[in-house]
C-alpha cells in the first residue's frame, strides 16, 4: 500500500503483492518498489500496474539495496553459516555472487530475526546489521482510558 504524505486521498493498494516476504525498497528514481518473494527479485511500478520478476539470492534473511543510477540491486542472504552478497542487473536480467563469508549468525525458522542494509554514497560498500530478537504481548492496566 503507498499512501502520499500529506495528501487527503486514500493509499493506492497495490494488488498481488500476496507474495511479499521481505522489507519494500524504492528505486532511486522513485518510478519503482523492489522486494522478495519465495523465488524472485520483484520489481513493482508505484502505481502496481507493472510487475518484473528477476533471479533473487538463495538462503534466508534476504537484504537489498539500490545502486544509485538504479542500473543494479546489491543483496546479501545468510545460509549454511556464510553470508553472501550479490549483484543483480536490471538490463540482463542475471545475478552474480559477489562475496561469500563466514558468519556465526545461524537463522532458522524458530527465531525471528531482521535483517537490514544500505549502499554506501560511493557505491563500494553494502552495510549490513543483523539480530534476533523475541516478541513478548504485554497488558497495561490503571492507565486513564481515552474519552
Known sequence: MIVEVGALSPPIVLHDTH???????????????????????VLISKDGKNKIFLPSPDGKGKIMSWANDGSTIYAASCSGGFIRTYKISLSTSTIKLVSKYKSNLILSGTTAYSLFGSLTPDGNSLITSAGTSRSDIWIMEGFPQPQ
Open 19 to 41: 507474495d511479499l516476504r521481505s522489507w519494500i525498497y524504492w528505486s532511486p528514481d522513485g518510478k519503482r518498489l523492489s522486494y522478495f518473494n519465495d523465488s524472485s527479485t
